[in-house]
């Protein structure tokens, strides 16, 4: 049984599963070089290079109101399938108006658990409530389930959001749902996101951001468990914006986005602000926690959505719940939702109770002539060893790595990354001007799993395979590493077997035996703006039109280094 999966909007991505086996999972970005490539045409021609047809198409979006063909009403990719395979049937399942529950669903499959309840905290999911004593239109923002294998699920609890002032609350279709000023808690973090001069989903800078501010009780974006609406004017489904016309503070700063390379004009309020969305996510998220708890009566809790990429905040509810056992969706933004609705189609028609819980996030296309026909013109490529490259890191140098399937998600774990050493103490400003990021914004680093809490604080958490939480350095460390240490005393962390990535392992164990230090600075392999390169092809492109010089390519054991030659476009 062949299941291919798409997310049409931001995050456009493809899974193709055989039975329950996954195949692969590529966001379109990576194949395209478009970022937020919201189409996956490019990803169902992928999956045709693995089977000649496909049995189940699942569509996700935020809704069903998917763009048509002309001269009939299929949809377009439902079209492009029969073409590919024409006389062979197969079914179309429209997942748009259950975009919530495909969060869940994929938490809750990858997550191990038997059962266990899903909070999903999202910006503004499927639309639009339809209700008697509402003259408005919604959208799910967060909600609470409970989920058993193979396919049993239950909605304990949904808010809606609304540019109105409406409220309600009730029940549609047996659900609690509530419609307030609280009106979501991604929304607010856009809006402020935006205000400081990024595109709305960009939150992770200004997560970056929040530790250089302080408590300002001129800031106030919510009220209690509600959104402040005189702070923060809502615009669904689109990203709600900052009242700057409200303040003369905000008006003054607002569209002033200079600061983003130079820090002496940051200000302190553009910082207080960033602090203050943070703090207040955490504390509606510590509440809804706490209903999920209520509601279900269960402690395992699986989390998706957008905002389940906030390492901070996910790190924060393990100091706060203790005896909750967390799992954080590493693909939590909408593609991952792919993952979640075709093993549901399986385990319908299947009735499998098999647990599949992701243990890899290598997930991309797998091909054995990667290195075929590459043309290093331009480069000298000579044999080397992990001992070599070692050594070149620890004199200073920044290489690239590359070497086998690449990461799914927004984390680079070590198959397509760019490397450091982490005891250089200007060494985030080094990198930050190399990739032309934000001044302000921190790097992650990889730690042998073994050696991990000799470093770091995991509170309850045994590793961090995905790279979810940004934990706390241990104090006595925090000087050894400044350069993946950011102002809060936090590093956002993945720890490394050997059976996980025996490569990269290996390097870091031969850094260690150099330097004493059982850790490398480890970032996505790209420059600001672009994807995670997917192609040995596109990283010598990186390469060369950059101050990156060396890449390493493990599989093959050799060290690529840049001549010099002009920069091309």
């Not at 319908?348 to 290598?362: A, C, M, Q, R």
């Not at 302000?440 to 995905?466: H, I, Q």
Request: overall charge negative.
């Amino acid at each position: 049984m062949w299941i291919l999966g798409i997310n049409i909007g931001h995050n456009g991505s493809t899974a193709l599963y055989n039975d329950s086996e996954l195949v692969f999972y590529i966001e379109e970005e990576r194949l395209t070089r478009q970022k937020y490539d919201g189409n996956p045409f490019a990803g169902i021609d992928l999956a045709y290079k693995y089977t000649d047809h496909i049995d189940y198409l699942a569509i996700c979006s935020t809704s069903n109101n998917f763009p048509v063909v002309p001269w009939n009403t299929e949809d377009v990719y439902s079209s492009v399938i029969r073409k590919k395979q024409p006389g062979v049937r197969f079914e179309t399942v429209p997942a748009g108006d259950i975009h919530h529950l495909t969060h869940a669903l994929t938490a809750f499959y990858n997550s191990g658990f038997d059962n266990a309840a899903a909070l999903i905290i999202d910006g503004a999911g499927s639309g639009s409530l339809a209700h008697e004593d509402l003259k408005t239109s919604t959208w799910e923002v967060e909600s609470i389930w409970s989920l058993e294998y193979p396919n049993v699920y239950k909605c304990h609890y949904k808010q809606y959001g609304t540019n109105m002032s409406d409220s309600f609350n009730g029940e549609e279709d047996g659900v609690p749902i509530e419609i307030s000023d609280a009106h979501g808690i991604t929304k607010s973090y856009e809006a402020v996101t935006s205000f400081l001069g990024f595109g709305p989903i960009e939150a992770g800078k200004t997560m970056g951001l929040a530790p250089y501010g302080k408590p300002n009780d001129s800031i106030r974006i919510s009220e209690g468990r509600f959104t402040n609406r005189s702070f923060i004017k809502p615009r669904f489904p689109a990203g709600n914006l900052i009242r700057a016309d409200l303040d003369p503070k905000l008006k003054e700063l607002d569209g002033i986005a200079d600061w983003h390379v130079n820090p002496e004009l940051v200000g302190e309020y553009r910082k207080d602000l960033a602090y203050a969305v943070q703090k207040s996510a955490e504390d509606r998220v510590f509440r809804l926690i706490r209903k999920t708890i209520e509601l279900t009566g269960k402690k395992q809790i699986v989390m998706a959505g957008g905002f389940c990429l906030n390492c901070v905040a996910n790190y924060e509810l393990l100091k706060e719940f203790p005896d909750v056992e967390f799992y954080h969706e590493p693909i939590s933004h909408d593609g991952g939702n792919v993952l979640g609705i075709c093993q549901y189609i399986y385990r319908t028609v299947t009735e499998d109770h098999f647990k599949t819980p992701l243990t890899s996030l290598y997930l991309g296309p797998d091909s054995d002539d990667r290195y075929d026909n590459i043309d290093f013109d331009g480069f000298d490529v000579v044999d080397t060893t992990a001992r070599d490259v070692a050594q070149l890191i620890a004199d200073g140098n920044i290489v690239t790595l590359f070497q086998g399937r690449s990461e799914a998600g927004p984390r680079a774990l070590g198959n397509r990354s760019i490397l450091f050493d982490p005891t250089v103490k200007n060494g985030k400003d080094i990198v930050n001007e190399v990739k032309r990021r934000e001044w302000f914004r921190p790097f992650a680093g990889t730690v042998l799993s073994e050696k991990a809490n000799e470093w770091f604080d995991f509170r309850s958490r045994a590793d961090s395979p995905f790279m979810m939480y940004a934990v706390d350095v241990l104090a006595d460390k925090r000087d050894i590493i400044p350069a993946i240490t950011h102002v809060d005393g936090t590093c956002r962390i993945q720890t490394v077997t050997n059976s996980q990535n025996h490569h990269y392992y290996t390097l870091i164990s031969e850094f260690n035996n150099i330097k004493g230090v059982p850790i490398l600075f480890n970032t996505s392999f790209n420059l600001a703006g672009d994807p995670l390169v997917e192609t040995v092809k596109e990283a010598l492109k990186t390469l060369k039109n950059s101050d990156l010089r060396y890449m390493w390519l493990p599989e093959i054991g050799k060290l690529v280094t840049k001549n010099s030659f002009e920069k091309t476009n």
